[in-house]
């Protein structure tokens, strides 16, 4: 099969994996695109449609879902959909690229089954529940309500850690860019072989 890796970066919204995407996309030799996911919730601040996500109506969803349109999907929150589609990967295929994910811990654990060579499966973990919460708050993007439900899901998340390639725990946010940075370099070059040895 044509087409380049996979590197997929799974974590509890607020610890940090975003950032960390984001860094790694900037570095040119990586030869990163993100996989922009399809998303029925509605934007915040000044995400952008076709840039953060495809922002699309619950309706179209769930017609992409019954279409076998999607690579994987996910009702991450109740009436919050999430999926990666698979035009997604093949557009930046297409371009000779490697994909980026920063989706959850089903979602990447999915498309690390999927594709089990190609794939890097990262987690990133955040210091502790409450820092997690304290970022979620400073974001203000949200309700008191959604950050609830947020924290109370990054319990569950955290036990799937250990099913990931690698765990990055994000102490410190430049020891952190570092380390991914180095972990996906060492797996663009040499896939899961630099692991074996
Ligand atoms: P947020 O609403 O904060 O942008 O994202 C909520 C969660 O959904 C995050 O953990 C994010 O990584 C995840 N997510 C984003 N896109 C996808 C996707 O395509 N598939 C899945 N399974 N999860 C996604």
Redesign the pocket.
């Known amino acids: 099969m044509k087409g380049g890796k996979l590197i997929v970066f799974?974590?509890p919204?607020g610890s940090g994996k975003t950032t960390i995407v984001q860094y790694l996309l900037a570095r040119e030799a990586l030869n990163l695109d993100f996989s922009i996911?399809?998303?029925s919730?509605d934007p915040r601040g000044d995400e952008a449609h076709g840039k953060d996500y495809y922002f699309i109506t619950l309706k179209d969803f769930k017609q992409h879902i019954k279409n076998d349109e999607f690579l994987?999907?996910?009702e991450?929150y109740r009436d919050?959909f999430?999926?990666?589609l698979k035009t997604e990967v093949e557009r930046i295929w297409a371009k000779g690229k490697n994909v980026i994910f920063?989706?959850?811990v089903?979602?990447g654990l999915r498309i690390k089954k999927k594709y089990p060579d190609r794939t890097l499966a990262v987690f990133v973990k955040p210091p502790s529940v409450d820092e997690l919460k304290r970022r979620l708050k400073k974001r203000k993007t949200e309700s008191e309500e959604r950050i609830n439900m947020r924290i109370a899901k990054a319990s569950v998340e955290l036990a799937t850690a250990p099913q990931f390639d690698f765990i990055i725990e994000n102490n410190d946010l430049s020891t952190a860019l570092a380390e991914a940075d180095e972990l996906v370099s060492n797996f663009i070059a040499n896939g899961h072989e630099s692991k074996k040895e």
């Open positions: 799974s974590a919204s996911s399809a998303t919730r994987e999907w996910e991450v919050n999430y999926g990666t920063d989706i959850d089903v979602g």
